[in-house]
């Protein structure tokens, strides 16, 4: 056992439990991941025991943070409900902290993300950004001021629920019109599926890749087809671009950010999204001419930015 | 003179300067008023400091805040550009601080109806708002864990603009569809004349409030017909209500207030305005049911906030 | 004075008053017409007073039928408002007999109109009709198995206030989306306007009728055009007569009428608008292929059927 | 066998044959059922025959009226056709007549519950009435004065096709935004499925009732829901009932009722159902304000409504 102290973080997605040892300038020691009992909340937490025991043989641990994609309370204590992972009214730090044996900070996956892009990742020298992890969901995180924003009841920056079109598409929160209908890589995929259904000559090599069977046809394909510079798929891309660029002009007509991070799988087609976003977001911003903007910056932590920024987050309360 | 140390709070609008005295609990120890000279830079300037002169005879003043229409930059020194006060990259904080020989702070005026809302008004109980300040235009204020929000620029909080409506009406910042062409008074006066426009005998009470000219018809001539029971002015209150309560629940996405405070003309109609916005908001809001939500309420301090809110920053910068 | 028996009809526009002794048969045997003093409902009556007795100079009159652009009451007895002539729950009736001393019949123009067309024109071989008078709005007459359509409070047959788009646009009567928006003399000009105001070289001709002022153009400059063949006039009827047909098939959804008698001004384009109109309904008909359909009939009375209606109807009533 | 004399009323649905003795004043002396052939017509008329004799075994019986869901020609005589029961201009009423060996009344379902809620049910008081049927579609029955209405080809009140969105949802008549595509039980249980597959919280007791299979959630589910206290089946019985209102706002301006009667399974939510309908129905209505308004009432006779209406029309043909 090494005398480093660090902090772990562990990112409990719906498939996976990411885990891994980070020390206070971000740098991941050791890493491990398992899969997730998403049905069943009481092994969710023995996994995450399991994982964690492993990651602590061969370190000292301090604290443990966990991301992980839910409504949390103001206090970090209490998750009020996730989606994916059967909680409702979960005191989720203090179980965990029992099973753990060590003290427990628990924070939403997209804040933590933004966390960790802010300590260690594309935002190291902004004050106030905005970081939009494009999924299957839009997850928001926004800090301020060098404070992560958590809101009264701690639900802030579900920035994926602002409604930027009026009766528009029935999203999984329940309410219509969405920005994550229109700005997510599920939209970006049912956009393609339905131009393969069309039939149009366009489709041809998007057709290809699912092997014609428009179900079958992910968002990978699409940006797969869109590197190789296929026009249909390079459109759907600048299509989706357009729709985040001109939902964060709406965003920063509220927060102001000086940098916007983009994150998340869908972010991996590069210049293919971020140059339309960030082209509509201009074309957008109110009062654009006579002030300053803000920039746009790719993630650079990938998928371990959750996992990285609940360890600190961990290491910061803990400290 | 007295030896009360105070603040003097100045809001310069584009038809009035108001000036008060405010004590370090927010009382009105005097006050005045001022035509705007809104075409001339510099003249606004001098009656700024004759307004601040006559105020000052009877008062030891320490400081004075000034709240103005206008997208001030993030250190308080510059107005980036003023709708309706002809000021582009103006260093009005400098000009202010020579001409008046006291240290000035400068702060929008919506920003400033919050921070007075907060400090003394609907506020005082909560360390999360939001305030919507309903006059012709929505300006917009809010307050993080007691902290006024400014963002990385300068120009947050600019709520108005927020896009509600793709492709929707021309604002009158350029863009189409933000949120205050559908939920200001412009909004209520523009339905509540294509109502007279049309004819139709709904609009008779209307009708006579603006002696048959359509043109006339001003937005408190709606809210007193509605106050009165009119069904026409209480349903065009309502729909505005409804379309300010669907904005607010995608400012809670991002936001997550504890309290939203309902001030400005418009919100003089009271229950009319502020139960089809509490019911809108509801409806519409990101996992209601699974989590805590706003509280709305009335502004208290009227058309006083701004200055008592600017006055309040003067004392905090100089204290 | 000869012994004929007969009836007086008299048709009370917002500009003229038009009077006519009709017999058993339908047949005008005098006629004549004066301005209409729309804003003194005294007035009103007094020149429809001195009409009658003008035209019952030469005549043995019976009674009098009344058609005039109002809501009227069930009993025929009351006006509950009419849009043009200052009336609000006006005893008209009873005013009107006191003032010609002969049985009065009041009924509503477009009602009136349809009776006549039933009786004496288009539609003597109907028993279930409709009609449509297309004019500056939309007026609606219903026949059903030979009684005309008075619904439980007299105001049935208001066609042009079926709503046909969901928060379209504003209508007369205050609300959103009426028929009458989209299928109407108004509408054709809206359009033809809008199309001259876009400069499209689609709008030459149009643009030569008004002198280069849209303003100025007029829906018999665009029926003009039309007949002439200029291709945009030509699209700008078809269009309208598409929106009537459409509303046809929803009324005949409810009504299920054989027969569809077009009259107004807007119908003198004649085929130009008739056969898309009944292109169409058959279109949209519901149940088409499996049921019989609607003929469809250009009114044969033009203006003066409302006269005559009225006039008939009162000579049911006094006999 | 007494000496009682009275009609057969029979429903013939898509599934059950029910059928019932009914007296002069509408009193059901005998009921039973059968299931329908649906695929079979002759089968169809051979279980009438059934039911006929065993109902008649201990009555007097005059004649029998015939309830189906169908087009049927004025005369009374012809199915044009039916969705659910195989007919195509099939001499419906000869054939009957032949195997029941009595006159025989055949008429649409919806016009027979209306006609029996006018008789005998929650529409005595009044003459003019509109009874919409919302179950799988919208059925419309329209009495005028006191008559049933049929319109010239025996198809009106076809209600449920009145188009209310231009390029709407397609419907089962073959045509696109038909009314009953937003306002019947169909669109209810489209959108309760909607909101379940989305995955929402609030959608976690309708998701319950259908064991997680949204295909599976019926509208009693979600009428059941609503009662029990649920607030999104609430507010999506409220969705229904503003397209309801909306939609009849319509019907009056063409039918002008004193009446409105909901019934079919959807009505059962009550006021959950009627009040919002109510509602939007006086917010749509054309020149509310300036006229007296129809009632809503709730139909009092369930799902014996056609087969009482029917036997009573059967009655009046054969007294």
């Known amino acids: 056992m090494t005398s480093l102290r660090a902090t772990i973080g562990l990112d409990i997605g719906g498939t996976k439990i990411s885990g891994g040892v980070i020390d206070a300038k971000g740098v991941i020691l050791a890493q491990s991941r398992r899969d997730t009992p998403a049905h069943d909340p009481a092994a969710i937490i023995s ?13 000292k641990i ?16 209490t998750v009020y409900f996730s989606p994916n992972l059967a909680w409702r009214d979960e005191p989720l730090r203090e179980r965990l902290e029992a099973a753990l044996q060590l003290p427990v900070t628990i924070e939403n996956d997209a804040n933590a993300a933004a966390w960790g892009e802010f300590r260690f990742g594309a935002a190291v020298d902004a004050a106030d950004m905005v970081m939009l992890t494009v999924g299957t969901g839009i997850g928001g995180g926004v800090v301020l ?5 958590h809101g009264a009841f701690g639900v802030a920056a579900e920035l994926g629920h602002m409604r930027v079109v009026p009766g528009g598409f029935r999203c999984g929160c329940g309410n219509r ?14 956009e393609a599926q339905e131009l393969v259904v069309s039939g149009s000559p366009l489709a041809a090599r998007l057709g290809e890749l699912c092997g014609g069977d428009p179900g079958a046809l992910s968002g990978p394909d699409v940006t797969r087809a869109a590197v190789e510079g296929d026009p249909a798929a390079v459109e759907l891309l600048a ?6 660029g001109e939902g964060l002009a709406s965003v920063a007509a509220i927060l102001d950010p000086e940098l916007i991070v983009l994150g998340g799988g869908v972010s991996e087609a590069g210049a293919l999204l971020i140059d339309p976003a960030a082209g509509a977001f201009h074309r957008n911003l109110t009062g654009r001419g006579y002030r ?3 920039r746009f910056a790719l993630a650079s932590l990938g998928n371990d930015a959750g ?4 360890a600190n987050l961990a290491a910061q309360v803990d400290g």
């Open 307 to 310: 996992m990285i920024g609940a």
């Open 145 to 149: 001021d060098g404070v992560l924003l």
């Open 177 to 190: 019109g969405c920005w994550e209908m229109y700005a997510s890589g599920t939209a970006l995929v049912r």
């Open 62 to 77: 301090d604290a443990v943070g966990v991301a992980c994609a839910a409504f949390i309370d103001r206090s970090g204590s």
């Open 47 to 59: 996994e995450a025991a399991n994982l964690t025991r492993e990651l602590s043989a061969e370190h």
């Open 239 to 244: 299509d989706l671009g357009v729709w985040i």
């Open 292 to 294: 300053p903007e803000a």
